[in-house]
């Protein structure tokens, strides 16, 4: 609707057409590229909305009337207001500048201004076109989503500014991979698991910053078990088995000896859980501890399972303990004996000696 479209008191029509017709009509000559002779109206203005938009015309002392309109509705005839929106002022009014500023501008306020004026006795107009940016904005986008391994998603994002924006999607979780799409709508056939995380929407036209967005997709999976090791324990012990399952959601975890699941709570055993992580402890391993136990990690979409096993472990003997430092002193201890107690013969050799002589 433009600037005051609506905005004429009903009192002041007849005033309206009786100042075009005086002075627009004859519609006058529009002043063509490169003609010298006034109006000249200024280049095509461009501005961001809720920013002011400053329309100039420069004219010469021969101009005996001045007017701004907004197609075919009158903002300011001379210094007279003829608009009332508050928005719209008067800026300069001389022998060389008429101009006008259009506060806090908005969409609907783009389009064609002209500014018209009366010399010689001849009507003469000049156009300006009026351009509103708009920063981009996501008025639509998608919901976070929790879909199971292998189906297939759709992902929404809408954006609008002026000019058009650019609307792109990215990957960002655990590690932003690249462009996964340049267009408001992002398909994937047969998610993975790999393919779960955050997803970026990103819209851009070069008016403002980008305006970013995201959507977490969350991909479910049944479990498998990652790590599943055997131990081996002595007798009297502390004893731990452990069982590292991924899934989504979570899984639980459930221990079992022979066919038999072994409760929480059981004397002398504990079971810790944890989301990816279960631990069965035995604070003192007796004989009938150790064998084989399975592992069940379940969730809603399957289950899975591990053999584990508690195996004995020796102890150090004490016969094992006494080898080396101790039997080496002792050897070392016995060839010093025997130095010794050879002494007592080497005075009889040198009294042989002497004897001989």
Known sequence: MGV??????PWKCLVVVSLRLLFLVPTGVPVRSGDATFPKAMDNVTVRQGESATLRCTIDNRVTRVAWLNRSTILYAGNDKWCLDPRVVLLSNT???????????????EGPYTCSVQTDNHPKTSRVHLIVQVSPKIVEISSDISINEGNNISLTCIATGRPEPTVTWRHISPKAVGFVSEDEYLEIQGITREQSGDYECSASNDVAAPVVRRVKVTVNYPPYISEAKGTGVPVGQKGTLQCEASAVPSAEFQWYKDDKRLVEGKKGVKVENRPFLSKLIFFNVSEHDYGNYTCVASNKLGHTNASITLFELSEPTSSSLLQGPGAVSEVSNGTSSRRAGCLWLLPLLVLHLLLKF
């Open 95 to 109: 022998q060389t500048q008429y101009s006008i500023e259009i506060q806090n501008v908005d969409v609907y306020d």
């Open 4 to 9: 005051c479209g609506s905005l004429f008191l």
